[in-house]
């Protein structure tokens, strides 16, 4: 039922009303006109001065309006100086850039000095070193099982016993051949896992193998199919000279092979180091034979092998520059080495990370437990968060400002309050399961919420950092409340463990 408001009532809660919306109205005219006044009053007396100024310095000599002008200039340049230094953002993770076998040395006694694992890096400059004592040329051959890998090397190498089987996957691991070339060059071919072998992708095997090498050889069967183009372009990423060779187009028409040809050239980039060789590494094929008396048999005979085309294009590769050659090796392993000591350093800082999080998080766990009573906000220990939130940037050498610290929380204070209710809850439920928790003091249930909350903080700080280098705010929080939604029950469980033991301490 409505309820009855009587007339008299309404009248004077109307007046009251208007009489309250007036003078609202009234108050903010003369803001307004005292805002208006004000900034004219400011605008006069600033140019009154600069007059004052101006006339003062045309009447005095030429030395003093000179270092006026000097002086006014630096004034100026500093206050400048002292904006840009304020609010430009932290600039990027700068991107090392290893160029030379110095260079390289130089990161690795850099990483060494941090207590991170540098053998990997060590191992790929002894190997090319051992290489380059040796003086050959190493070619690696990689392409999908079954495409001809064995039959290619025994067609290059007739003297060599290579064993080929129809099954796939008969090459497990790096097979090395040597080879001397018509020109009396000094080849290992290095025959690499196929690729099927690793669910149709270069797995590290062979892509550390191709950059170890002078020439890198991709076989495939006639055109590419998409996931071998994939495989091509991570390839060509070594930046080192390529052949594609198309095998069994003993098969097609001149205008097939023409048109297939024409057809990848304009896939590939038009450099002097890729090339494209039509061949035929031979093997079996099936034949009807026709008897006098019109019987059929159905035969077996060996196709002959044709690689003429390979062995001109290798041959171009290895005449045309040998210096270039050498050079492109080495900064391909160069770039090998670098990222195995950048997955490395990586590996150390995560570790690192993680420790950081749960010392943190722990006190965080231990200030609520000295606090009963929480605050309005559960970041209250601004403290704690800031120096977490810090010593993560100083970890992954991320040149985070500390006035971008202070600017980050402040938005995720914000954005945790709104989780807050959600990890009470959750903890409460938690609690339930161990039994007397309820006995103990309340502040068990916000130490548990603190150590989540700054557990999955400091989880997103710390991949942002390690992805972007810097500490973008909307990402990071978005990253926050995914972090904190994951296993939720099984990580409060483990805070209340630490929580309860501490409780029972005091």
Excluded at 375 to 380: A, K, N, P, R
Excluded at 456 to 463: E, H, I, Q
Aim: charged share 25%; glycine share 6%.
């Amino acid at each position: 039922m409505a309820r009855f408001v009587p007339f008299f009532d309404s009248v004077e809660s109307t007046a009251l009303y208007m009489k309250s919306s007036s003078l609202t109205k009234l108050l903010l005219g003369l803001a307004v006109v005292l805002t208006i006044v004000s900034v004219i009053t400011v605008f006069l007396y600033t140019t009154d001065l600069a007059f004052s100024v101006w006339e003062h310095l045309s009447a005095a000599p030429l030395p003093i309006r000179l270092a006026y002008g000097l002086l006014a200039l630096l004034v100026g340049a500093v206050v400048l100086w002292l904006l840009v230094k304020l609010f430009r953002p932290a600039p990027a993770r700068p991107q090392r850039q290893i160029r030379s076998e110095d260079d390289l040395l130089d990161y690795i006694n850099e990483l060494q000095a941090q207590g991170i694992d540098t053998d990997s890096a060590m191992k790929e400059l002894a190997t090319l070193s051992q290489r380059k004592q040796a003086g050959e040329i190493h070619i690696a051959l990689c392409g999908d099982i079954s495409t001809g890998k064995s039959s290619l090397i025994k067609a290059l190498l007739p003297q060599h016993d290579v064993q080929t089987s129809p099954v796939g996957g008969s090459t497990r691991e790096i097979a090395r051949y040597q080879w001397t070339s018509p020109a009396g060059d000094r080849l290992i071919i290095s025959d690499l896992p196929g690729l099927n072998e690793a669910d149709g992708e270069l797995d590290a095997v062979t892509l550390e193998e191709s950059a170890r090498s002078h020439v890198v050889i991709f076989l495939v069967d006639g055109d590419l199919t998409r996931d071998q183009y994939k495989v091509l372009q991570n390839l060509l990423d070594l930046k080192k000279p390529l052949i594609l060779a198309l095998n069994k187009t003993d098969q097609l028409e001149e205008t097939e092979k023409k048109l297939v040809s024409d057809q990848l050239r304009k896939r590939l980039p038009r450099q002097d180091n890729v090339a494209i060789a039509l061949i035929s590494t031979g093997g079996e094929e099936d034949v009807i034979q026709v008897a006098a008396d019109g019987s059929e048999q159905h035969l077996t005979r060996p196709r002959k092998p044709d690689v003429a085309d390979l062995a001109k294009a290798l041959q171009k590769m290895l005449d045309n520059d040998p210096q270039t050659l050498n050079e492109l090796r080495d900064a391909a392993v160069f770039t090998l080495a670098q990222n195995k000591l950048d997955r490395q350093a990586l590996a150390f800082r995560r570790q690192k990370a993680d420790e950081i999080i749960e010392k943190y998080s722990r006190r965080a766990m231990l200030g609520a437990m000295a606090a009963v009573t929480p605050g309005s906000d559960i970041l209250i220990q601004g403290v704690i968060s800031y120096k977490m939130v810090r010593a993560l940037a100083e970890n992954y050498q991320a040149p985070v400002k500390a006035i971008n610290i202070d600017r980050f929380l402040e938005l995720a204070s914000k954005h945790v309050t709104r989780t807050v209710p959600l990890v009470l809850a959750v903890t409460g439920n938690i609690l339930k399961v161990f039994p007397g928790a309820g006995t103990l003091a309340g502040g068990v249930v916000h130490a548990i919420a603190y150590g989540l909350i700054l557990e999955s903080l400091g989880k997103a700080v710390s991949d942002t950092l390690a992805a972007r280098g810097d500490l973008p705010p909307q990402p990071t929080l978005k990253l926050y409340e995914e972090k904190l939604g994951e296993d939720l029950e099984s990580r409060a469980k483990r805070l209340a463990v630490y929580a309860i033991r501490q409780a029972g301490k005091h």
